[in-house]
Nanobody, 123 residues
């Protein structure tokens, strides 16, 4: 069992930056692949980024490639999403998720989800 708690969301102007954190409790965090997803009002949940258990492999949605960076610190049981050059279209609730194997952008393969943190980017 893994519990996930996101933090770091907020209101930021276009062009600004935010760093989201996802703290995990429970055993064997380092054995889970992690992902970030987002859901804008009235839209489906979309993939943002994923990272392997070791951090050696990452994957990004085309819409965030070059602007967002996913990383993890297994000693702190935490995964991060550094978001730079934010755009109004990045406004959404951001969720982290954990999977027992590499799941990339497939949300159906993630076993555990956090409650989300809200990001609002003003123009």
């Amino acid at each position: 069992q893994v519990q996930l708690v996101e933090s770091g969301g907020g209101l930021v102007q276009a062009g600004g930056s935010l760093r989201l954190s996802c703290a995990a409790s429970g055993r064997a965090f380092r054995s889970y692949a992690m992902g970030w997803f987002r859901q804008a009002p009235g839209k489906e949940r979309d993939f943002v980024a994923a990272i392997s258990w070791s951090g050696g492999a990452t994957e990004y949605a085309d819409s965030v490639l070059g602007r967002f960076t996913i990383s993890r610190d297994n000693a702190k049981n935490t995964v991060y999403l550094q978001m730079n050059s934010l755009k109004p279209e990045d406004t959404a609730d951001y969720y982290c998720a954990a999977s027992g194997y590499w799941s990339g952008s497939d949300s159906s393969k993630y076993d555990y989800w956090g409650q989300g943190t809200q990001v609002t980017v003003s123009s």
